[in-house]
């Protein structure tokens, strides 16, 4: 592909590439991002699901006939675009397609769902400056501040709740029920 190729005619490309040895024609948004990493993924899915879609909804100001979207997430190429690989013997199309011919593409990574170890207790570090007591979280990212050290721990556990709230405690790292372990730093001392 040139550089100046338009971004539509990449996507119809990748399209046949990917399709030339599929029976139904059909692919889905996120293949074609995969296959053309040197562009941007909004772009492709835009080219995707609109532009270059038949069955677009309505405020797509231009549509090229391309593809068809057949299913949720799946898009069939138009009967006009489709391309197979001329058969060697000169007839139409080949028999067998270019499944043969090794590929350099890779594989599509598989990203599992990542463990992440509970914790039973959330740190918090407060430390005093010009009268403002403030409390940092180690485990979550969550700062608040009070002018007394009482109403800095109501704080502190009224913005953990709200972090907290309606999250699974698993993915965040903690467990469903953790402690609270306040540490207060002081300046340095003058020993």
């Known amino acids: 592909m040139t550089?100046?190729?338009?971004?539509?005619?990449?996507?119809?490309?990748?399209?046949?590439?990917?399709?030339?040895?599929?029976?139904?024609?059909?692919?889905?948004?996120?293949?074609?991002?995969?296959?053309?990493?040197?562009?941007?993924?909004?772009?492709?899915?835009?080219?995707?699901t609109g532009?270059?879609?038949?069955?677009?909804p309505d405020h797509h100001a231009r549509r090229w006939p391309y593809f068809r979207r057949v299913d949720r997430g799946r898009y069939r190429i138009e009967p006009a675009f489709r391309e197979r690989p001329p058969a060697s013997d000169g007839s139409r199309y080949a028999g067998v397609r270019r499944a043969a011919v090794p590929r350099a593409a890779e594989s599509a990574p598989a990203y599992g769902e990542e463990t992440v170890e509970t914790r039973n207790t959330i740190h918090a570090v407060v430390t005093?400056?010009?009268?403002?007591?403030?409390?940092?979280?180690?485990?979550?990212?969550?700062v608040t501040q009070a002018r007394s050290f009482d109403d800095l721990l109501v704080n502190l556990r009224d913005a953990l709740a709200l972090h907290m709230e309606g999250e699974d405690p698993a993915r965040l790292g903690v467990s469903s029920a953790p402690r609270l372990s306040v540490s207060y730093e002081t300046a340095p001392l003058g020993v």
Do not use: H, M
């Open 3 to 48: 550089r100046k190729e338009s971004v539509q005619k990449q996507v119809l490309a990748a399209a046949l590439r990917l399709c030339e040895t599929r029976d139904d024609w059909t692919f889905t948004p996120a293949e074609i991002v995969r296959s053309l990493p040197g562009v941007n993924e909004a772009t492709v899915r835009t080219e995707v």
């Open 51 to 56: 532009r270059c879609c038949v069955n677009a």
């Open 128 to 142: 005093e400056s010009q009268g403002w007591y403030v409390a940092e979280c180690l485990e979550l990212a969550v």
